[in-house]
T-cell receptor, first 114, second 112 residues
Framework: EAGVAQSPRYKIIEKRQSVAFWCNPI?????LYWYQQILGQGPKLLIQ????????DSQLPKDRFSAERLKGVDSTLKIQPAKLEDSAVYLC????????????FGPGTRLTVT | GENVEQHPSTLSVQEGDSAVIKCTYS??????FPWYKQELGKRPQLIID?????GEKKDQRIAVTLNKTAKHFSLHITETQPEDSAVYFC???????????FGKGTHLIIQP
């Protein structure tokens, strides 16, 4: 069974530029999450999708972050414009739709904003 | 929202000894308590979880205990081995959805 795929693995941009991350969840997983992990901290939930609908985006900084999951499979997370404090690893995770199913994480995208 | 506190932030034990990491949470309605292990530069991986209808769950050298009254749960690792060295995170579902609120992590160091 293939795992959660993410690209790119690394990205370096200057502040005020824009960037986009892509995630392909495990086949059959209806629920998809984006987390932000700042160095030395635990992952922080940004947004949760079930199929192509948003379940929770209460911690997403909507003035600069956006996410979509068209067709209920792949997802993209965009930051525009980026700030220095956005430097972090962005983790995508997926799970079955059953409540409290195991969340499988992708390898993450390490973003450095200079 | 949910508040999760994890202690200690760093734990150093001799190989073969036991390690215990504790988490407290704020929402008494929480009923799912996973533990994740993250090796340096790698993704978090679930190592054990427990639901609120049981007080303890074991899987070989790893166990999790839950005290719902006190709102805390603990990870126990026995007979520690070098490959147990990693950062361990507790987590609790937040709000009405099951996106996780993570603790700040415990860096477990196994001394040879």
């Amino acid at each position: 069974e293939a795992g959660v795929a993410q690209s790119p693995r690394y990205k370096i941009i200057e502040k005020r530029q824009s960037v986009a991350f892509w995630c392909n969840p495990i086949s059959g997983h209806a629920t998809l999450y984006w987390y932000q992990q700042i160095l030395g901290q635990g992952p922080k939930l940004l947004i949760q999708f079930q199929n192509n609908g948003v379940v929770d985006d209460s911690q997403l900084p909507k003035d600069r972050f956006s996410a979509e999951r068209l067709k209920g499979v792949d997802s993209t997370l965009k930051i525009q414009p980026a700030k220095l404090e956005d430097s972090a690893v962005y983790l995508c995770a997926s799970s079955l739709v059953l409540a409290y199913s195991e969340q499988y994480f992708g390898p993450g995208t390490r973003l450095t904003v200079t | 929202g949910e508040n999760v506190e994890q202690h200690p932030s760093t734990l150093s034990v001799q190989e073969g000894d036991s390690a215990v990491i504790k988490c407290t949470y704020s929402d008494s309605a929480s009923n799912y308590f996973p533990w994740y292990k993250q090796e340096l530069g790698k993704r978090p991986q679930l190592i054990i979880d427990i639901r609120s209808n049981v007080g303890e769950k074991k899987d070989q050298r790893i166990a999790v205990t839950l005290n719902k009254t006190a709102k805390h749960f603990s990870l126990h690792i026995t007979e520690t081995q070098p490959e147990d060295s990693a950062v361990y995170f507790c987590a609790v579902p937040g709000g009405g959805a099951d996106g996780l609120t993570f603790g700040k992590g415990t860096h477990l160091i196994i001394q040879p």
